[in-house]
């Protein structure tokens, strides 16, 4: 019977939450959290953490700010955990505000038919000058919560302007091939185990990086053997690439609402995002009822 670890990387929404774990609750699944350093201690005590079937294990917390190297670091955090743990098929990574769409018995005979493939999704065959821009040139004020804060996001327009003037590229003397693409991924564990080891030679390019989490994995997948493994090959933004339901609105994932109901029903992929309460918490209880009768 194959083992796959869920990673999921949470900070609000603690009741949707539970409802996550209790539908990956199942002997085949163990489940690694990783939650935000600025949540409060009364979220942690509310996280349902004695399962029936899954264990479920803390990682090192990260303070995650959005758009910033954080967000790298909080999923190495929480893969690192499941890899020092044991050998596991296939390493999942969802956030809080996802539901699988389908059951752990269909999900988990998808895997076994497609074993060895990873599921890393690609936006384009080659990174738009624009989106390589993120790793030319230095974010340094990323951490600092630049979408809510008037002088912070001016210094950053500032310093990033001066650097392209100045013909700043810290990439320039690397050979690897940039990509990106969604940074939710279902990957083997050589790929999992692979990605950790090669973290600390590669993180120098993400850091003080603009959204790199969408860059990271892609990176390595794009210059490795894994290339070759990929379950969709072809880089045209498709979802197939992950298996993940997301609908785009703005460049951010919409929220989902009981008007998705019937293409989630009817849609081959595995798992859906992103899911909140305060928006519409039928689709999310309607998402629920459907894996539990089916």
């Known amino acids: 019977m194959g083992k ?25 699944n163990d489940i690694f959290l990783h939650i935000d350093a600025k949540t409060s201690d009364d979220y942690l005590a509310a996280i349902h953490k004695n399962l029936k079937y899954s264990p479920v294990r803390f990682s090192h917390r ?23 743990t ?3 098929d296939y390493y999942h990574l969802l956030s809080g505000a996802d539901l699988p769409i389908k ?11 497609q074993q060895g493939m990873e599921f890393v999704q690609f936006q384009q065959p080659k990174i738009s000058p624009e989106k390589l821009s993120r790793v030319m040139t230095n974010f340094y004020f990323q951490e600092k919560d630049v979408r809510h804060n008037k002088l912070y996001s001016t210094a950053q327009r ?14 320039k003397h690397s050979n690897l091939e940039f990509q990106m693409g969604s940074n939710w991924f279902s990957i083997t564990d050589d790929l999992a185990r692979d990605v950790i080891n090669k973290s600390a030679d590669l993180l ?4 003080h990086t603009q959204c790199a989490d969408e860059l990271f994995l892609q990176t390595i997948v794009v210059n490795s053997k894994y290339r070759q493994k990929l379950y ?12 993940r339901y997301i609908e785009w609105v703005d460049h951010a994932p919409r929220d989902l609402t009981i008007n998705d109901f019937e293409s989630l029903k009817a849609s081959p992929l595995l798992f ?12 999310i209880e309607k998402v629920l009822r459907k894996l539990a009768t089916a």
């Open 4 to 28: 796959h670890a869920y990673l999921i990387i949470a900070h609000n929404h603690v009741k949707l939450l539970n409802q996550l774990l209790g539908v990956l609750d199942d002997p085949r």
């Open 232 to 243: 969709h090959l072809e880089f045209d933004d498709s979802k197939l690439g992950n298996m």
């Open 62 to 84: 990260v303070s995650v700010q959005w758009g910033g190297f954080s967000q790298i670091s909080s999923e190495l955090s929480v893969l690192g955990t499941a890899v020092a």
């Open 204 to 207: 120098p390019y993400f850091k």
């Open 158 to 171: 500032i310093f990033t302007k001066a650097q392209r003037i100045l013909g700043v590229n810290r990439i």
């Open 103 to 113: 059951t752990q018995d269909q999900i988990h005979k998808f895997f076994d038919q």
């Open 86 to 88: 044991k050998h596991y």
């Open 272 to 283: 859906a995002r992103k899911f909140n309460p305060d928006t519409d918490a039928q689709i």
